[in-house]
């Protein structure tokens, strides 16, 4: 048995048909094996990437697991808020619905400078990205519910800190210690989303 057999399957068979998902980091690992399993199930699958050879190579792998051919492939590049703009913008524009979009892109060994946009890139990719393609997304994906909004996260949050002056500023931390920081801020950006919409939802 491969040991990662136990991480890539599972148990949840329910059918997504005309549900429309969203995956972001879907050329490889915990992405792409996500993409696949939603494409299983039926749901119309939109994978990112700034690289267009990695995108046709797991649409390719997305579509042979899973039989289903409905699988989009769009360029953004979490660098760039232009490029998420422009993504969220497309998407807006000629999806008519959105039902889960997963949040998964998260990189490490990039490089310890400023983007375009003045946030540090391990900031930017890790967690700015996600915060923006979710604000400009969340309107379509309310008008679409019940919807799902997903945040990977992972274990190093709990090395992470949240000094709000010093985010981004270049040469503070280790690459990693970056990383940590952005998973960590990822987290308490979805706790308090979600008590912002359960309240909206009550009031």
């Known amino acids: 048995m491969h040991i990662l057999d136990d991480f890539t399957n599972c148990e949840n068979d329910v059918r997504l048909d005309k549900k429309v998902a969203i995956v972001t980091g879907a050329t490889a690992g915990i992405g792409l094996e996500v993409a696949k399993n939603l494409a299983k199930r039926g749901a119309k699958v939109i994978i990112a990437s700034r690289n267009p050879a990695k995108l046709l190579d797991a649409k390719n792998t997305i579509i042979h697991s899973s039989g289903n051919e409905n699988v989009i492939t769009k360029t953004m590049d979490f660098e760039s808020l232009k490029s998420i703009r422009n993504f969220a913008n497309d998407i807006n524009t ?12 998260g990189a490490l060994g990039l490089e310890d400078r400023l983007t375009a946009d003045n946030l540090h890139t391990m900031m930017q990719v890790n967690y700015f990205g996600a915060f923006l393609l979710t604000f400009l997304l969340f309107p379509l994906m309310k008008a679409s519910a019940p919807s799902r909004i997903i945040n990977v996260s992972s274990l190093g949050l709990i090395l992470g800190q949240i000094e709000i002056d010093h985010m981004n500023d270049v040469g503070r931390y280790s690459n990693f210690g970056y990383y940590c920081n952005a998973k960590l801020a ?12 359960k309240s909206s939802v009550s009031s």
Not at 94 to 105: H, K, Q, S, Y
Not at 189 to 195: G, L, N, P, Y
């Open 186 to 197: 990822t987290v308490l950006f979805t706790v308090e989303m979600d008590k912002r919409i």
């Open 94 to 105: 000629f999806e008519p619905r959105l039902d889960i979009l997963i949040n998964n892109i």
